[in-house]
């Protein structure tokens, strides 16, 4: 890591970087260098696609604060124990040393669009007259530093409720159930109330339930100790997909025990305790928040054009404002002209999304203007509801059925397992 950051020339020093007030395209003399902000499922594909198909004009250099790459919608199963946290990360330091592409773990903290230069803060500081911050000049630039938490300032939810987004989270999820099990004895009832009915909440209360089952059969807990709750604001579950999908998913998860409150949107969280609109108070012992997610607060600091739901972009992923900077995954937002639609945040269009904006940089850095244009794909989509039922969803069509959560089970495998060549 240190002879990386020594060898990163500064803005004075740097020779293909050309330091100008207005966003401009870089000369096309010298290797170009591209900064990769991000390295989630948007970021590390434009790495590797960079690094394949375009590594002798460019020079990548990828930055994270993580120190893995985490496969996130398997996170519902790290929080109840089911899978290893490790099954679903892989460091970053070992993917990038096996690709041979640099990458810096720092938190960007800033990055001035006008002197195209990110900066970083470091984690440690080399002796007390070394800076606190890294600058890296960049010719392109390509924002995927995804989204975060959002709690639509709900009263309280954020001191109260954990969420669902890191390993971390998860981590911290699964450590709470384990305190929650051991000391069960003398309690008379727990219950676990997960907030928000899209697919994240979903597969998690199905999963939080169907793992109370084993750990009450495995301990000899009555089972009616534990109760699982979910809480959606509107009046149907998994909102954007077919109406024979969301009412399955509702009677599936009663007919399992779930507990469930549609069109009760909640105002306020307090200690073990939940406050809907309709001024109905509920026990939650355990509250996790799956509500929503916005765009990641860095972008606020950036001068592109954007908006709450991310970095404005054309359709060859550009930013409307700034041809050196591209964006992909959650951080973006893309409004397809012909539907009306925005880009839906999910693993599946960053990646998708990634694949276009690396071949656009490619053409760039080579002078050519014949661009790859986005077109939002309606993929399939799986939805696993817990050990013995998943969903496959394609535009109209949908399936049921224990294959169809063993899939979304295999397509993570196989995600993991080709990160890992
Ligand atoms: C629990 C859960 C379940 C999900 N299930 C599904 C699913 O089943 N199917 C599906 O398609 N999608 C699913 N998603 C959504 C999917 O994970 C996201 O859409 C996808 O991760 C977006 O990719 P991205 O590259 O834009 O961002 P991310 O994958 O979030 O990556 C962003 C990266 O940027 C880094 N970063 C952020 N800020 C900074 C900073 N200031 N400095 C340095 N680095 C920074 C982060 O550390 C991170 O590595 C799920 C998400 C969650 C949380």
Known sequence: MDSLQTSIQQPGETKSTTIQSMPAQPTLTAKKRVVIAGSGFGGLRVAEKLRKNCEKS???????????????????????????????CEPLSVIYIRKGIKYIQEKIVNIDVKKKIVSTKKYKKLNKNDKATNTIPYDFLVLAVGSEVNFYGIKGIQKNAFSLKTKEDAAAIYKHLQKVIATMQDKQFHRLVVLGGGVTGVELACELKDHLDNVCMQNNIPREKFSVMLIQAVDHLVPGFPAKVQKFCEHYMAEHGIELRVDS???????????????????????????????????????????????????????????????????????????????????????????????????????????????????????????????????????RGYWMMKMKDYIEKEYMWKIRL
Not at 69 to 83: D, I, K, W
Not at 287 to 306: C, F, P, T
Not at 347 to 375: M, P
Request: hydrophobic share 40%.
């Open 58 to 88: 460019i020079e990548i250099i990828v930055i994270d604060s993580a120190d893995c790459h985490t496969f996130a919608p398997a996170l519902y199963s790290v929080a109840t124990g089911e899978t290893s946290a490790q099954a679903v």
């Open 265 to 399: 949107p909640v105002v306020q969280a307090k200690r073990q305790l939940l406050i809907l609109k309709s001024r109905e108070i509920i026990k939650a012992d355990t509250v996790i928040w799956a509500g929503g997610i916005k765009a990641n607060r860095l972008l606020g600091s950036v001068e592109v054009e954007q908006d709450e739901y991310g970095v404005k972009v054309n359709s060859y992923l550009q930013s409307v404002s700034n041809q050196n900077i591209y964006a992909v995954g959650d951080c973006m937002n893309y409004n397809d002209q012909k539907t009306g639609k925005r880009a839906l945040k999910t693993a599946q269009n960053a990646l998708h999304q990634a694949n276009v904006v690396a071949e656009n940089i490619c053409k760039a850095t080579k002078g050519r203007d014949d661009f790859a244009s986005y077109r939002p794909k309606e993929t399939p989509v799986l939805i696993s509801l817990g050990k013995k039922m998943g969903l496959f969803i394609w535009k109209n069509f949908w399936f």
